[in-house]
């Protein structure tokens, strides 16, 4: 049996995804050091990823 284990909202495990992310960003692949195109198809393919995380996370809640 888990103890101290509970089920997150997805607005309290939304921060450490994105803390997760960052983590594992270099700096050259900041959105500071990229060109607007870059950080438009890195938004895009965050979106896609946390999209597919939390359809995922609902289906598991169900």
């Known amino acids: ?8 909202s997805d607005v309290e495990l ?4 994105l803390d997760l992310l960052a983590a594992k960003t270099s700096v ?3 959105p500071t050091q990229m060109s607007r195109q ?3 198809d890195r938004a895009r393919e965050l979106a896609r ?3 597919s995380v939390f359809k995922d ?3 598991m809640a169900r």
């Open 1 to 8: 049996m888990r103890t101290g284990l509970k089920p997150r």
């Open 14 to 17: 939304l921060p450490v995804l």
């Open 28 to 30: 050259a692949g900041r």
């Open 38 to 40: 870059q950080r438009t």
């Open 49 to 51: 990823a946390l999209g």
């Open 57 to 59: 996370l609902a289906k």
